[in-house]
């Protein structure tokens, strides 16, 4: 962010947008007082600058049949592979996140699933990736907190 | 969804929200031959049974120095605790997602924070919460895959 | 159970069934103040509905010399080769039950041998399967409860 | 079984009785080319020898509703609290088997579950009984195995 | 011990004998009001028996400059290879105890050395067998107990 | 040993000893073609340097009823009732052993008993001392190696 | 480092101190063919920078009788005692390093001792600060790398 | 040390040394009134019996960019390849401390890198040496102690 500098008037932009990234740029304008156009050019300038990259509707999952949510920690043959395997795993959709980390795991994945036999089969999948050595898998009973929008919040008051 | 039933157009509509919140109905009306009206209604209904529950922006955490992810997991003394410490994590903004799970951790934390100083500050105050009795922290080296899109669009692909 | 419904009749013709397999349908009649006809067209029923699978008798293993029950974790070299290595499994009589299961083993049974020279050998039988590549023992100490007619009366309760 | 000898015609009883116990004396009779009434006091002693200790109903669980199956580790704060813990735990139905253990857990649990919701009700339940100081959940995600009559056989060959 | 039967005049015999192998059979006799003779000849019959395996002097490790005891936990590739690899072990003299054991380790060794330099030594030794897979080391601090004749003589005094 | 040096007839004295304890000095002293009395001076001084602390029987456990080994790793809950906790361990006849360790356990034991109920006993024994936070037990499936023999004589020949 | 910006002849006097730190300044003037003084001025700079911290000795600790060296991995009842407990550690001479850390361990410390003995010792003064629940011990074979000169040099080449 | 032995001179000698190596041989000789020609012989001495073996710098990492430091363990496919893997991880120069370890490790290095993106690439450096099986990291989130002058005083005023 060395070169791009947000100011007062861009923090209550993304404010607006991270509580309702639909709301319309003439509504924004409108509460802060500034032209419509002044909107659009600076949420432009933050696309541009690629601090927004854009946005991702949120689904009520349970309603859509998959309730089920684990977290499943890959360990590699070898790290020289975790790219391959990263490229593979990237093909099944219900991963929905990949890490590389610390500890004991090389890759540490998130999955979405319909329910206990489907989550095997998704695990099988990881596990019949060349170069995976062994999965281990921690399956979650209730997602409680999913919320990024505090984080954002909070982000654009310390800036 | 036993009550609410999704039809082709519904998908549709669906795939093009997620692929951009912030399309307009126009357009989805123009590229699906109905009127905005109709997308409107449709939106509307899906809204009111819960199935879409909002959209959140996509920032780049980097460039808003916010390079630093990590996986908590945390012990508690007694899980009758469980849902007063949630409510004392939620406090925490640093903490965007938070489950119960099964394993060894009683409750499994995603944080973001600026840099290992920061993550330290977090770590703490999560292990000073009344209740929990130790933490592990799991350190993300590359967050390789974060995205759910691919994984809503299979599942209307499969419904 | 969408198809299948069971009524009141049925539970506690179960009920009956639980306690004791072997009541005659006539004395099951009797207590219902049904005729035994009937009990019999209802356990007909269930069982062709798949709900009663059979009975099992059950024996004081210890009174036949079988007072050693371990759990034994298995690690694949590859889940792909879980399919074989569970058939290999199911013709060692001293393993009663077998589990995929999440967390660190890929397979988790339970075995009864005679005693520790006995286990030894089971361990090794299952240590010795192509595709096994480590396993891990946990011994009982005591057998403190292996009791599902609680659980059977509490589902036909709660229905 | 240092007292009580069980010989050729027992074993032919045992055998029978394994693969159904509601097969009716009469049957088992015929095809021994034994009395009805031979079968009936043989039987009786193996009862009152305990060897026999009555028979249970095998049901298809996931039919009833009840496809969710994990085995719980506990940890207890003292061992001297074993006995009054097993007590606890013998009062909730959906423990249906639970062992005292060596290595790391003190008690070892099977749990039958109708989804992960009721799973982590029951874990919660297991937890908030005084002594338990910590539980450890490996979820089942098939049950392979289920069955006692391969070994009962097998012991009565050996006999 | 189905077949061989000690009585209270063997048990004085084995205490004495436990207590200091190196007393004379006179002193015994003496002791216990029987001849020399009496005392040979029962010792006789309990080597005969199996039941004296033989004695072992006692020594002050320290003393002699092997102050360094570790325990030792062997994985194997596969546990085909255990007899192999236990004649392996047995040919280093400095591996004093070896079982096959439950739990994580396939064989657990106890192992005596010089200092830190010496046991890294045996330890590659152990780990440079065939069929080794890796090795795991606990060191002892302190040994605070070494001591089989309390439980000797409980074993006689319960017999 | 800085102070007491073993000459070479020293070493061979020692080395009839180990193999057999009770072997007469008359038999050492014609063997070395030197008088008893010296035989008898040199233990002597041996043991009143310490070095040799004395003998021990080698029983056959199994035969005495007494197959069943096992390791118990104990987790104390502070390090400063070591000491106290080893004194109440050494009152239990059953534990051969105990070393304070490195590692995840504070002191770890080597236990005899008859059988898995009695293990068990001896394991809440251990669990029920005052200070004592946890055990955990690796059970013998077969005690393969424990031969002090080959080390005693490997010490001599090194020296 | 945003503030002081080292130059070329601050970096070859930084080799040179790397190397030796005992090196006159005339030395370092006479290679770089700059004044003494120019020398004396860059160093002293870099101190009030911040940059120099110091310097220490390099002794053979094997020589000085402090062979052993131990990891010590400390388990704290909470993270709010880290500042407290941290200050009482850095009251134990023999602990060289101390770092918080992620992962299993709240604080892990470097102990060079004497011997065994003495390690036990520094171990129980950890364990017996108010505050630590725990320690575990990973001792060092062999010290195969301390070297942070090649660090260093690279550091200096890539600014 | 047998040979060599240090009188109090010298403890006063490397007692300033310790404090500050660049300290003058004429400052030394002041205080403790002595001529700097003996200082100059003692130290030369003390150089030559290899107790003091050099001096290092000490840099302010941070200053420098390098804020990170990660302990990684290293697990080898045989223990046989110690010696080449360590080679190779002394041509790394951010290794800057690497030990040869008891425990669940082979070897255990410490690391300093510039940050989170550095660290993966210096972790994967290490995972890719030939024989290098799998690597497990540990973050520090602060180094709290990092001081040898402590342990050197005191290895001085004990001897």
Known sequence: MAKFKLDEID???????????????????????ISAGTVHVRVKKMEEAGIIKGSSLTLDYKKLGYSFIAYVGVFLQNTS?????????????????????????????????????????IIFMLDDIDGVYRTETMISLEESINDKKRLMHTIFNEL
């Open 11 to 33: 923090h209550q932009i993304l404010d607006m947008l991270i509580d309702n990234t639909r709301i319309p740029f003439t509504d924004i304008a409108k509460k802060l007082l």
């Open 81 to 121: 592979q975790t790219k391959f395997v990263l490229e593979r795993i990237s093909q099944i959709p219900y991963v929905t996140v990949a890490h590389i980390t610390t500890g004991k795991f090389n890759i540490f994945c998130k999955i979405r699933a319909k329910d206990t036999m489907h989550a095997k089969d």
